[in-house]
């Protein structure tokens, strides 16, 4: 297959900022310390992880991407500032593995294979009102200068699985094409009592930085089915974005 990519091509009719998020806003929240680490995918390896109505979206280059996502999840409100943060939930970490899907009608969005946390009360609500496959872990993140360390061991299901990051943050960057594609996007497709759901949001472009990694040890790639075709990118950092959550829809 030809992997070559015209850069100035890439972007022409993807949507690079969020389509108007229709009403209500169900519910917002901020993701800060945020790092990117993708690999790109051969498409029909994961084709089969799919549900109904959706498939891998792929990349100019023929190639789809999964990621591993670690980031701190704040101030989650019902609907949208100024109304109250929810008690009891906090700041809190988490970390995903997420592939990158597409549906029938064209919406691109990510598909979680796993996502760690920190609530129990939280793994339990997303697992069973949007079917998004959450774990309970014991998590932690540092900081040192410009290194930003996370580490996460799962206590259920699968315990005992873990994931450590360390990455060295530099300077600010101008996204290529193929990060804008990665990282702009405007919902999260998934599976729950039969259906497959649309769970759209919106948020401003990320602020971006250069991160080298200077470590990684994970297990959770590992055991999502997925497998790289080819080394790492670049990882990226970012100091965060709030984000608008609307109403799930149904895709099929």
């Not at 060295?168 to 290529?176: A, K, L």
């Amino acid at each position: 297959m030809d992997r070559s990519v015209d850069a100035s091509e890439a972007l022409r009719a993807y949507p690079v900022t969020p389509p108007p998020l229709r009403p209500p806003v169900v519910f917002d929240q901020v993701w800060r310390d945020l790092t990117f680490v993708h690999w790109p995918v051969e498409p029909d390896s994961v084709r089969h992880l799919f549900p109904a109505g959706t498939g891998p979206d792929v990349f100019a280059d023929g190639l789809t991407y999964v990621a591993l996502v670690p980031f701190v999840m704040d101030g989650i409100r019902l609907g949208r500032a100024p109304s109250p943060r929810l008690p009891w939930v906090g700041s809190f970490l988490e970390t995903n593995i997420r592939l990158y899907s597409v549906d029938d009608a064209g919406r691109h969005g990510v598909l979680f294979r796993s996502l760690e946390t920190e609530r129990a009360l939280v793994v339990a609500g997303a697992r069973v009102g949007l079917g998004i496959p959450y774990t309970w872990a014991r998590m932690r993140l540092s900081r040192d200068g410009d290194l930003v360390t996370y580490a996460s061991r799962r206590r259920a299901p699968e315990r005992g699985l873990r994931s450590l990051l360390t990455v060295r943050v530099g300077d600010p960057i101008e996204p290529t094409p193929l990060e804008t594609w990665l990282t702009a996007r405007w919902g999260a497709h998934t599976r729950v009592a039969g259906r497959t759901l649309w769970v759209p949001n919106e948020h401003a472009p990320w602020p971006l930085y250069a991160a080298d990694v200077v470590e990684l040890a994970d297990d959770l790639l590992g055991a999502s089915g997925v497998i790289p075709a080819g080394p790492r990118l670049r990882a990226l950092w970012s100091p965060g974005v709030a984000t608008r959550f609307g109403r799930p829809s149904r895709v099929a």
